[in-house]
T-cell receptor, first 114, second 113 residues
Framework: AQSVTQPDIHITVSEGASLELRCNYS??????LFWYVQSPGQGLQLLLK??????LVQGIKGFEAEFKRSQSSFNLRKPSVHWSDAAEYFC????????????FGTGTQLKVEL | GAVVSQHPSWVICKSGTSVKIECRSL??????MFWYRQFPKQSLMLMAT?????????EQGVEKDKFLINHASLTLSTLTVTSAHPEDSSFYIC?????????FGDGTRLSIL
């Protein structure tokens, strides 16, 4: 069965510092890959997605992610974090062969220090 | 862009009552919608897949008689928590979208007293 691992439960960074959130997946083939962000008490907002092609994908709010097939990873990065980026971040996968079910990682809580 | 509306956003009710949560796709038709449950500080767990015009598909361990799903139109799916108890208190989120990526509602905070 597919699974998604986000090794870091909590991460704290200073405003203006760079950020990298880790995501590893276990899947029979390369799935569709996503990063979502969730503010407290809110739904999920899509930051970016990878379906195929260029392994470095750009998203909203200055985020990017790099797909590395050899490492089964899809890490999220941002060069300079803003205080408003404090939120919960979820990595998710979905099968490419059909079906829309998403499997989520456990999430990483990002705290930004001013 | 595509928008999914979820209502209500917050509900408090007494133990033993039933609560209905609506999920609407506002500018697209959704033959399939998904219902997730999220406990505090935890990830989203898929409860069921709602299929327009047919029975929902429930994930293992989810009680279908407890969580009734109806998807009577291409823009509306409802989740009814029947005879709710305090352990059903949670954050419920729906999503919709014919293809990836899914679009999520803002969630419903359910508190059972």
């Amino acid at each position: 069965a597919q699974s998604v691992t986000q090794p870091d439960i909590h991460i704290t960074v200073s405003e203006g510092a760079s950020l990298e959130l880790r995501c590893n997946y276990s899947y029979g083939a390369t799935p569709y890959l996503f990063w979502y962000v969730q503010s407290p008490g809110q739904g999920l907002q899509l930051l970016l997605k990878y379906f195929s092609g260029d392994t470095l994908v750009q998203g909203i709010k200055g985020f990017e992610a790099e797909f590395k097939r050899s490492q089964s990873s899809f890490n999220l990065r941002k060069p300079s974090v803003h205080w408003s980026d404090a939120a919960e971040y979820f990595c998710a996968v979905a099968p490419t062969g059909g079906g829309n079910k998403l499997t989520f990682g456990t999430g990483t809580q990002l705290k930004v220090e001013l | 862009g595509a928008v999914v509306s979820q209502h209500p956003s917050w509900v408090i009710c007494k133990s033993g009552t039933s609560v209905k949560i609506e999920c609407r796709s506002l500018d697209f038709q959704a033959t399939t919608m998904f219902w997730y449950r999220q406990f505090p500080k935890q990830s989203l767990m898929l409860m069921a897949t709602s299929n327009e015009g047919s029975k929902a598909t429930y994930e293992q361990g989810v009680e279908k008689d407890k969580f009734l799903i109806n998807h009577a139109s291409l823009t509306l799916s409802t989740l009814t928590v029947t005879s709710a108890h305090p352990e059903d208190s949670s954050f419920y989120i729906c999503s919709a979208g014919g293809n990836q990526p899914q679009h999520f509602g803002d969630g419903t905070r359910l508190s059972i007293l």
